[in-house]
């Protein structure tokens, strides 16, 4: 999921990310695997946060 909204960002503002595209630049690489990292982490934290909320619910 966090890769999919990660690409849909880059294409969303035409980050030029490939060798081939003007205006590349290899630090656009970093800006996609930062947003990535930070992407599954909040993912992470939502899926944690509802597992718990479930586990409680559950219990009598």
Do not use: C, D, K
Request: proline share 5%; glycine share 2%; charged share 10%.
């Amino acid at each position: 999921m966090a890769a999919v909204e990660v690409a849909l960002l880059v294409e969303a503002t035409n980050l030029p990310i490939r060798f081939n595209q003007s205006g590349f630049e290899p630090w656009h690489w970093a800006l996609v695997v930062v947003a990535l990292v930070v992407a599954y982490m909040v993912h992470m934290q939502v899926f944690r946060s509802f597992t718990r909320r479930q586990a409680v619910a559950a219990q009598p």
